[in-house]
């Protein structure tokens, strides 16, 4: 039996990295790049066919706030999961999402928020994500003396603001932070001056 000397051993870990992200590899989800990849972005993933490939994966919806000229509002709502999908489509999960109990005088008040939304997305060069949603609402439950209300009032799906019949898509820019593990989803809109931020965490 032949034995690797120590310092060889040492020097293939060394080595492992390099040859593992030169071959553009992939890590998770996320294409890491490489000589197949024609378009890679500044943050390493692939760019291909308005996909990106950092995007796909399902993530689970942080916080959601706006800022507009009178102050800034933070959502009570957070929790949805909304997934990428690699053929161009989304799906919004609201089963997944929550928002605390309300007390008041002694009354507490307990909401449940349902629905499954979907649609279709695309990435352009320069990093603008374009949704097109396919209709729908959260439904959205509360109850405090024993009698429930409905609503559609909890965080904002995708694709809600500007668009016209031309261009029936919302317009949005997003970030990722260094690890590719929180993704922020931001809406400008021109008309009302209001900037809605959406912060996401992975779930894989």
Not at 21 to 26: K, L, P, S, Y
């Amino acid at each position: 039996m032949i034995k690797t000397p120590l310092n060889m051993k040492k020097f293939y870990w060394l080595l492992l990295p390099f040859l593992l992200i030169g071959g553009g590899c992939t890590s998770g989800s996320i294409s890491i790049g490489g000589d197949d990849c024609e378009n890679e972005t500044s943050y390493g993933s692939c760019l291909e066919d308005g996909v990106d490939s950092a995007l796909i994966g399902s993530w689970q919806l942080v916080s959601q706030s706006l800022e507009t000229p009178a102050g800034n509002i933070t959502n009570p709502f957070a929790g949805r999961t909304t997934t990428f999908a690699n053929d161009r489509t989304y799906t919004e999960d609201y089963n997944t999402e929550t928002t605390d109990d309300v007390n008041v005088l002694g009354l507490i008040s307990t909401c449940d928020v349902t629905g499954l939304l979907e649609g279709d997305w695309e990435v352009l060069e320069g990093g603008e994500l374009r949704i097109t949603p396919d209709g729908g609402s959260p439904q959205v439950i509360c109850q405090a003396s024993g009698t429930a209300i409905s609503s559609n009032a909890s965080t904002a799906p995708l694709g809600v603001g500007p668009a016209s019949a031309a261009e029936p898509y919302v317009v949005y820019s997003y970030t990722f932070n260094d690890d590719l593990t929180e993704l922020t989803i931001v809406q400008e809109n021109q008309y009302s001056g209001v900037t809605a931020i959406s912060e996401f965490m992975r779930l894989n």
